[in-house]
């Protein structure tokens, strides 16, 4: 505990909670806490533990060039390659990058000023900012109807209105097409089956 926040910084899990979300990884037979910062070999063969897993990248630590050096050289290390954005760091960077939207969404679900650390002008701040974001969703949502009801089927008229006498014209929206046209086409489609009918 206290020689992580030492060596790595503030963490945003406990030790308790990081030892605990191991325990429940269904390959993991025991944790030990606390354990020490840097393993021995002779650590892990009294715990009967068969290696240390680990990204191949020297760790380095005051003058030790890398801390799992005996390890490796007895056999016990098992090197992975880390994945990129996939770290503390980058999760609190990208919290942080974003810190209004997150302290909105813990406010929105219950959190009180209080719990998340911020005065009354920011939370009143937030709320402000979220009324407004709720009056340009709605209000992009009526242009958005307007353009397709409105605006889309008078652009084909005038397009049609202003192109050359045998230029194509513009397709048809669904609601360009009538009852009267769609009840012409079921007539002309009969009378054509009944000529055939009749040849």
Not at 13 to 20: A, G, L, N, S
Not at 103 to 126: A, C, M, P, V
Not at 169 to 185: F, H, M, Q, W
């Amino acid at each position: 505990g206290s020689t992580t926040l030492e060596l790595k910084g503030q963490t945003v899990m406990t030790e308790e909670e990081r030892c605990e979300s191991v325990r429940q990884c269904r390959y993991v037979d025991e944790v030990i806490c606390p354990a020490p910062w840097c393993v021995s070999v002779d650590f892990l063969r009294e715990h009967n533990i068969d290696f240390v897993v680990q990204n191949d990248a020297p760790y380095p630590m005051g003058d030790n060039p890398d801390i799992y050096k005996p390890i490796k050289d007895a056999g016990m290390f098992l090197p992975v390659i880390r994945t990129n954005s996939v770290s503390t760091s980058d999760y609190i960077t990208r919290i942080i990058s974003e810190y209004d939207r997150y302290l909105q969404r813990n406010l929105e679900r219950g959190y009180s000023r209080h719990d998340l650390g911020i005065t009354f002008l920011t939370e009143k701040r937030l709320e402000v900012r979220r009324k407004v974001e709720g009056v340009q969703k709605t209000i992009n949502g009526y242009i958005a109807d307007f353009m397709e009801y409105f605006y889309e089927p008078i652009s084909h008229r005038i397009v049609d209105f202003i192109s050359p006498h045998n230029s194509p014209k513009a397709s048809p929206t669904a609601s360009d097409v009538s009852d009267d046209d769609e009840e012409d086409s079921c007539v002309s489609e009969s009378k054509s089956k009944k000529q055939k009918a009749d040849d």
